[in-house]
Nanobody
């Protein structure tokens, strides 16, 4: 199983980024997927989750700003991040079951 996350970068506060997570080696449509992030010196935390059926959940800190979605035909999940804040700076990871992507770094400047 491989999860390839991409789309991170440097953005100013108030800007937007869209992260992608491409899965292989797993029946993507049957599995829930989570986006997590880990800021320097902090624990990894759940940002958003999307179930196999498309139900979504968000951390309170990102509600109304982030949107998780999936395209099962492309084995890809997305995290649309709008109105970014400096506190969103972290490495973002996608997760399916026990498998993790390599992370993509997001830096939000003030």
């Amino acid at each position: 199983v491989q999860l390839q996350a991409s789309g991170g970068g440097l953005v100013q506060a108030g800007g937007s980024l869209r992260l992608s997570c491409v899965a292989s080696g797993i029946l993507f449509s049957n599995n829930n997927l989570g986006w997590y992030r880990q800021a320097p010196g902090k624990r990894r935390e759940l940002v958003a989750r999307i179930s196999s059926g498309g139900t979504t959940n968000y951390a309170d800190s990102v509600k109304g700003r982030f949107t998780v979605s999936r395209d099962n035909a492309k084995y890809t999940a997305y995290l649309q991040m709008n109105s970014l804040k400096p506190e969103d700076t972290a490495v973002y990871y996608c997760n399916i079951v026990v498998f993790w992507g390599q992370g993509t770094e997001v830096t939000v400047s003030s």
